[in-house]
């Protein structure tokens, strides 16, 4: 069977179910060579059998725990190495529903390992390679909860902000470089992720849990569109486009020398202070 035009191999991590899975495929699809990371043998293999089976592509799954040090640093190495890797897709996740108080300690300290410890790593690995090469794709899954962390565990949510703030600076960094980052923010997805969380899909109403197929088919159409924020379930972009640029315009007033006049009458204006005039004159 002849190959498709190359389009380069991308990596997914948290591949072998759910989004990533799904990532897959549909990139698969698109003609791209991938290299699939989870934990998961049994089904990473059945999935890339399929694939090959299905697809042009060639597919190698990379068993791995990336809250293992060992294992993260083997990915890092290939991200680094393999001069085929076009796209990285940063999909490996955990999430938790209950509170702060009711959660075990040790899975939220896991949890940050995998949402932000190895997200940031294979980041830094894959955008020094594509950086040198002129060219790449990083697309880092968030969630709804980083603008809205009440909706579950206080940590899940915290997690998930910081891939979406990290993003936004890693975009303003590569800025000119041929590199390109998207930052996905599915809401409520039917997949496993609720059973793992919690909070079984079944108790979910139906009007807000969006299929997986559905999530990254719109996840994908946003990276054609060239979007850097995709919210699948958001109906008006321009609504994310006010959010952001009420963000943006707290920044010429986040960088003072004096504290806001609001602050003054809480200062004790009898002790000589280190500035040239006292905080306590507006």
């Given at each position: 069977m002849n190959r498709l035009p190359e389009k380069g191999t991308a990596v997914i991590t948290g591949a072998s179910s759910g989004i990533g899975a799904l990532y897959a495929q549909r990139l698969a699809r698109r003609g791209?060579?991938?290299?699939?990371?989870?934990?998961?043998?049994?089904?990473?293999?059945?999935?890339?059998?399929?694939?090959?089976?299905?697809?042009?592509?060639?597919?190698?799954?990379?068993?791995?725990?990336?809250?293992?040090?060992?294992?993260?640093?083997?990915?890092?190495?290939?991200?680094?190495?393999?001069?085929?890797?076009?796209?990285?897709?940063?999909?490996?996740?955990?999430?938790?529903?209950?509170?702060?108080?009711?959660?075990?300690?040790?899975?939220?300290?896991?949890?940050?390992?995998?949402?932000?410890?190895?997200?940031?790593?294979?980041?830094?690995?894959?955008?020094?390679?594509?950086?040198?090469?002129?060219?790449?794709?990083?697309?880092?899954?968030?969630?709804?909860?980083?603008?809205?962390?009440?909706?579950?565990?206080?940590?899940y949510g915290a997690t998930k902000a910081y891939v979406l703030a990290f993003s936004q600076s890693l975009r303003h960094e590569l800025r000119g470089t041929g590199v390109q980052v998207q930052v996905v923010l599915p809401g409520a997805v039917a997949t496993a992720f609720w059973e793992h969380a919690g909070k079984p899909l079944d108790d979910l109403p139906p009007q807000i849990a969006m299929s997986g197929g559905d999530l990254v088919d719109a996840a994908l159409a946003g990276l054609d569109l060239g979007e850097f924020v995709t919210i699948p379930s958001l109906p008006e972009i321009d609504d994310w486009l006010e959010f952001e640029a009420a963000r943006l315009a707290l920044g010429p007033n986040l960088l003072r020398a004096r504290p806001a006049v609001r602050y003054l009458a809480g200062f004790d204006c009898g002790v000589v202070t280190t500035a040239s005039n006292s905080s306590c004159n507006p």
């Amino acid at each position: 069977m002849n190959r498709l035009p190359e389009k380069g191999t991308a990596v997914i991590t948290g591949a072998s179910s759910g989004i990533g899975a799904l990532y897959a495929q549909r990139l698969a699809r698109r003609g791209y060579d991938l290299i699939l990371v989870a934990r998961s043998s049994q089904r990473l293999d059945t999935l890339a059998a399929r694939l090959e089976a299905e697809t042009l592509s060639m597919v190698e799954p990379i068993t791995a725990d990336l809250c293992d040090a060992a294992d993260l640093r083997r990915v890092e190495n290939i991200l680094a190495t393999d001069s085929t890797i076009g796209m990285l897709v940063n999909n490996a996740g955990m999430g938790m529903r209950a509170p702060l108080m009711d959660s075990d300690i040790d899975s939220m300290q896991q949890m940050i390992a995998l949402n932000v410890t190895a997200l940031t790593r294979l980041s830094h690995a894959a955008t020094t390679a594509f950086v040198n090469r002129g060219a790449g794709v990083i697309i880092n899954i968030s969630s709804i909860a980083a603008v809205a962390p009440e909706l579950l565990n206080s940590v899940y949510g915290a997690t998930k902000a910081y891939v979406l703030a990290f993003s936004q600076s890693l975009r303003h960094e590569l800025r000119g470089t041929g590199v390109q980052v998207q930052v996905v923010l599915p809401g409520a997805v039917a997949t496993a992720f609720w059973e793992h969380a919690g909070k079984p899909l079944d108790d979910l109403p139906p009007q807000i849990a969006m299929s997986g197929g559905d999530l990254v088919d719109a996840a994908l159409a946003g990276l054609d569109l060239g979007e850097f924020v995709t919210i699948p379930s958001l109906p008006e972009i321009d609504d994310w486009l006010e959010f952001e640029a009420a963000r943006l315009a707290l920044g010429p007033n986040l960088l003072r020398a004096r504290p806001a006049v609001r602050y003054l009458a809480g200062f004790d204006c009898g002790v000589v202070t280190t500035a040239s005039n006292s905080s306590c004159n507006p």
